[in-house]
């Protein structure tokens, strides 16, 4: 199987090894200049965002499709780029929670919205490198079928955790989809992520964590975001600040550069030499 042995063919095995991964690009513009004051360079784009399209000029870089089901915040709302009226709240906007998505969104109509959102991001100009699923909403059964579908069809690796042990999802839900992702011929990653973390113990946790990790590949998720006053009109806006200060940290940039960067172009393009 490819992903009992991707690892192993880029050399990776018993390294520590870092993917850094900048989630919600497109949403705020004071997310997309954080991306680029950053200099990391991976990160994906959800595609219904207003400041979506700001992202072409780096269409060459790491950039993957945020895979979007969900729109939790009361500004800005995103809308989805096809018909289906199960994606839709009475409002017209994606429902603004997991709970409510999944409870009233059609597999078919799921299925051509997130198509269709893979489809904008080629056409804007994005080599995608990879998919990931904002909120986690494709953990629904049938929708995590159509994720690793996806994934296969365009050629791309997806975000798949060795575990599901810490994503917050009924237990009765678990079971399949944990099947699912162990049969999936794609690589597995450690999931690593800042967003719970209190922002004054952010720097810590980044510095601490990250000494910490034992060898494997790990996939760390922020949301970091410059405190414009665009990026002030959420609610976690000092999460998404305390990802960008601890990330411009001398110390922490330092522990990050003891790890093998790996970005998922490099996977994306060994997954097809592969296959």
Same mark, same amino acid.
């Given at each position: 199987?490819?992903?009992?042995?991707?690892?192993?063919?880029?050399?990776?095995?018993?390294?520590?090894?870092?993917?850094?991964?900048? =989630?919600?690009?497109?949403?705020?513009?004071?997310?997309?200049?954080?991306?680029?004051?950053?200099?990391?360079?991976?990160?994906?784009?959800?595609?219904?965002?207003?400041?979506?399209?700001?992202?072409?000029?780096?269409?060459?870089?790491?950039?993957?499709?945020?895979?979007?089901?969900?729109?939790?915040?009361?500004?800005?709302?995103?809308?989805?780029?096809?018909?289906?009226?199960?994606?839709?709240?009475?409002?017209?906007?994606?429902?603004?929670?997991?709970?409510?998505?999944?409870?009233?969104?059609?597999?078919?109509?799921?299925?051509?919205?997130?198509?269709?959102?893979?489809?904008?991001?080629?056409?804007?100009?994005?080599?995608?490198?990879? %998919?990931?699923?904002?909120?986690?909403?494709?953990?629904?059964?049938?929708?995590?079928?159509?994720?690793?579908?996806?994934?296969?069809?365009?050629?791309?690796?997806?975000?798949?955790?060795?575990?599901?042990?810490?994503?917050?999802?009924?237990?009765?839900?678990?079971?399949?989809?944990?099947?699912?992702?162990?049969?999936?011929?794609?690589?597995?990653?450690?999931?690593?992520?800042?967003?719970?973390?209190?922002?004054?113990?952010?720097?810590?946790?980044?510095?601490?964590?990250?000494?910490?990790?034992?060898?494997?590949?790990?996939?760390? %998720?922020?949301?970091?975001?410059?405190?414009?006053?665009?990026?002030?009109?959420?609610?976690?806006?000092?999460?998404?600040?305390?990802?960008?200060?601890?990330?411009? =940290?001398?110390?922490?940039?330092?522990?990050?550069?003891?790890?093998?960067?790996?970005?998922?172009?490099?996977?994306?393009?060994?997954?097809?030499?592969?296959?």
């Amino acid at each position: 199987m490819v992903s009992d042995t991707l690892w192993d063919t880029l050399g990776l095995s018993e390294k520590r090894v870092l993917i850094l991964h900048h =989630d919600d690009l497109g949403l705020l513009q004071a997310q997309n200049a954080a991306y680029e004051a950053l200099g990391f360079p991976t990160g994906s784009v959800m595609i219904p965002g207003s400041w979506a399209p700001q992202l072409a000029k780096h269409a060459q870089a790491d950039l993957g499709v945020h895979l979007t089901l969900t729109s939790e915040w009361r500004a800005p709302r995103l809308r989805p780029l096809t018909s289906g009226a199960s994606l839709r709240d009475p409002s017209g906007y994606f429902w603004p929670t997991v709970e409510e998505a999944w409870l009233h969104v059609k597999t078919e109509e799921a299925e051509a919205e997130l198509r269709a959102q893979i489809h904008a991001a080629l056409t804007m100009g994005l080599d995608v490198t990879h %998919i990931d699923t904002h909120m986690g909403a494709v953990l629904r059964p049938d929708l995590a079928e159509i994720y690793v579908k996806l994934a296969m069809e365009f050629r791309l690796p997806a975000f798949i955790p060795e575990s599901l042990e810490a994503i917050k999802i009924p237990k009765w839900l678990r079971q399949p989809i944990e099947g699912l992702l162990v049969r999936a011929p794609l690589p597995k990653v450690r999931w690593l992520d800042s967003y719970p973390v209190p922002p004054t113990q952010k720097r810590d946790w980044f510095i601490e964590t990250l000494r910490q990790a034992s060898p494997g590949v790990y996939h760390l %998720i922020h949301h970091a975001a410059l405190p414009t006053p665009e990026a002030q009109s959420l609610p976690d806006w000092e999460i998404r600040r305390s990802d960008y200060e601890a990330l411009q =940290d001398s110390t922490v940039r330092q522990v990050i550069g003891e790890f093998v960067l790996l970005t998922y172009r490099q996977v994306r393009d060994a997954l097809r030499r592969c296959s």
